[in-house]
């Protein structure tokens, strides 16, 4: 088997952890975020998607902050260093576009920005896919970097029941367009009873006239932002990010 640490910047995943991640994606028409894990000599290869309590909706992902400190101090007891655990947020969105959104830029920036060097990754409903890499130290930067499944290097298979509890644990929709966005609601049967998902270039989460009234009951400041995400997040967005596969 060859050497899996690359030195050309690069996201990998290991294919378990890509597929948790599509998993996770594919549940619902929300978003859905999380941290990746790597291992402490090879910090941009993610070999686990961890998920932590989290209120979503379409536009957005709000983690628990009790329940952070609860996932940061779970993983300092399993002996891994915050630069394995805590520099990778990875995220999810509807539609076609993996582009960060005005929300994303200001929680990346206010989250990590004191990090010495952190990841955002957004995968798009359809596949297309968004990583970059910022550095804090020194003078300072950023770059996007390709993102590479590594077929080469050694991995666990897929557990979607146990997926399935940790989502089911983990994320709640926003009561506020519970009613309206929501994909799927889960219970207690197999996966193989689960409805079917739509596919990702018909479905529409809400009608023109329940945007509308949706928008309206928005107080001014919340309006706004979301006519800012709506700028970002057009479904005819064209641009194609690669995804590798080795």
Known sequence: MKNCIQKKPMLRFSPTAWAKLLFMRDMTHNEVGGFGITKPDDLLFVTDFALVKQKVTSISVSFDDEAISGFFEDQVAAGR????????????????????SLTDERTFERVFGSSDWAVMAIIAQDGNIYARLRFNTGPGGEVKIPVYVDYD????????????????????????????????????????DLPPLKSSGSFSLLTSDDLI?????????????????????????????????G
């Open 81 to 100: 260093k915050p630069h394995e655990f805590a520099r990778h947020w990875i995220h999810t969105h509807p539609g076609a576009s993996p582009e960060p």
């Open 153 to 192: 290097c050694e991995f666990a298979g897929s557990d979607t029941d146990l997926w399935i509890q940790q989502y089911k644990a983990n994320v709640f929709v926003d009561e506020i367009l519970k009613d309206k966005s929501e994909k799927l609601i889960l219970n207690d049967k197999p996966l193989a």
């Open 213 to 245: 009234a949706e928008v309206d009951k928005m107080d001014p400041v919340e309006r706004q932002l979301f006519i800012d995400e709506l700028a970002v997040r057009s479904d005819f967005w064209e641009q194609e990010d690669e995804v590798l596969y």
